[in-house]
């Protein structure tokens, strides 16, 4: 359950991420690893909106992030770690 789960979170993260930078790139093309800033030219605006994009698709209240863990994501596979994390304590919560 938690692999398939990361596994959709990793999907949604990729389609947002590949939008958002609107240079043509395919989802499956985003290295997990890349620093999104150096690598993609991702700006501060667009990294926000790329992650209020991504919670929105991922139903992770973009709430549970602070300015300090947005500065701290600087790859996609940060981004996919924090979001799982938030939807499992999500799930947690809501049994």
Do not use: Q, W
Request: glycine share 8%; net charge negative.
């Amino acid at each position: 359950m938690h692999d398939d789960h990361t596994g959709a979170i990793e999907r949604a993260a990729r389609s947002c991420l590949a939008r958002t930078l609107d240079t043509g790139i395919a989802p499956a093309d985003i290295g997990l690893d890349l620093d999104m800033v150096n690598e993609y030219g991702l700006s501060s605006l667009n990294k926000v909106l790329f992650v209020t994009a991504v919670c929105d698709a991922t139903g992770v209240g973009v709430g549970n992030f602070t300015e300090h863990d947005l500065a701290a994501l600087r790859t996609l596979r940060d981004v996919v770690a924090a979001l799982s994390r938030h939807a499992l304590a999500g799930e947690a919560a809501a049994r």
